[in-house]
């Protein structure tokens, strides 16, 4: 069963009895593992029962590859359902998989969490194809979502945000969940037990150290052109953990956030109006950059760059290159574009 983007919370939150496994995948590898999480805790009696939740890992399997199957099927010490997660699943293990969907009954629960899966991958098929399987996607957060997800996480804790806080935060995460999940959990302690909403002031001073800072450094040196700036916050970038793919998946929010912008300012409107139509809007801090770079690029300038980051991604998981250096190469063509104009 294919479970599409309104289906995956309701099932989160009363899983459907004819599914005895279920697929969570996704390049949030953040978010897949807050849903295996949850999964677990909705489904398991007591999650840190032993007897009752068996935790693998691909090791378990490589050692000995029928091991999924016979955690599913082993019997529970005192009875009731058993839960097996496995992390960090690879597409080696859709055989067992397989198996292990082809049984009409099975008093268990399994849950495999994997990376970003494509459409033809055989276990993603599988479990999309199968009556007693869920696939669910994890993707990235982003745009109103990526709000939703904020302003819920600070609700929980007993707290507002101002709308321009709000949009400065959405602009500084969303790569991953769980980095989310930090940043949220930094501003809750910041505020302790201070009153009133949480401000620009507030976000300003504990959003976006670490890695979202990097990748704004990176982001901006490509699309303004700056070459040594780009060496150097790729470095830190890489050094501090950041995968090239998440590189440019940050660079191609960016640009793809200029070209709306240029394709509003072809159109007639003004810098300043272009960037108040995007959402969320520009952070007040950075509009002169931006404001610079829609001078420097034209839409079609970034629909070219945007081709080149997109293939640049396919090349990261297709060639078997190393993936910086790719990463590395498509990032400096297309600050020398910016340089020369963004032609």
């Not at 959003?207 to 699309?223: H, K, T």
Request: with cysteine.
């Amino acid at each position: 069963m294919k479970l599409t983007a309104r289906q995956v919370e309701p099932f989160l939150r009363n899983p459907d009895p004819a599914v005895h496994a279920v697929l969570v995948y996704g390049p949030d590898g953040g978010r897949v593992r807050e849903v295996g999480r949850r999964l677990l805790e909705r489904v398991a009696p007591d999650p840190a029962d032993p007897f009752a939740v068996s935790s693998l890992t691909m090791a378990d399997l490589k050692a000995e590859p029928s091991r999924l199957l016979d955690e599913a099927t082993a019997m529970v010490l005192g009875g009731g359902k058993r839960v097996v997660r496995l992390q960090a699943a690879e597409p080696a293990v859709a055989g067992a998989a397989e198996g292990l969907l082809a049984l009409d009954a099975l008093d268990a629960f399994v849950i495999l969490e994997a990376g970003d899966l494509g459409p033809r991958d055989k276990l993603r098929k599988l479990f999309e194809a199968a009556d007693g399987g869920a696939a669910i996607p994890c993707y990235q957060d982003e745009g109103q979502g990526l709000e939703t997800v904020i302003r819920q996480g600070l609700s929980e804790a007993g707290y507002d945000i101002e709308p321009g806080a709000l949009a400065y935060v959405a602009a500084q995460l969303g790569g991953d969940r769980a980095q989310t999940r930090s940043e949220i959990e930094k501003l809750v302690l910041y505020k302790g037990d201070e009153t009133g909403g949480i401000t620009l002031d507030d976000v300003a001073a504990v959003v976006g150290d670490g890695a979202p800072i990097l990748l704004d450094d990176i982001v901006l040196s490509v699309a303004s052109g700056e070459q040594a700036g780009l060496d150097r916050a790729l470095g830190r970038a890489f050094q501090a953990g950041e995968t090239p793919v998440g590189v440019l998946r940050a660079v191609v929010r960016h640009l793809t956030r200029l070209h709306l912008a240029a394709s509003l300012m072809a159109q007639g409107q003004s810098p300043e109006q272009a960037m108040k139509g995007l959402r969320p809007p520009v952070f007040f801090k950075q509009q002169p950059i931006f404001r610079g770079q829609l001078r420097q690029w034209s839409p079609d300038g970034l629909a070219r760059a945007l081709e080149l980051l997109m293939t640049a991604e396919l090349d990261c998981k297709s060639t078997g290159m190393p993936d910086e250096t790719i990463c590395a190469r498509a990032l400096m063509r297309i600050a020398q574009a910016a340089r020369r104009g963004g032609r």
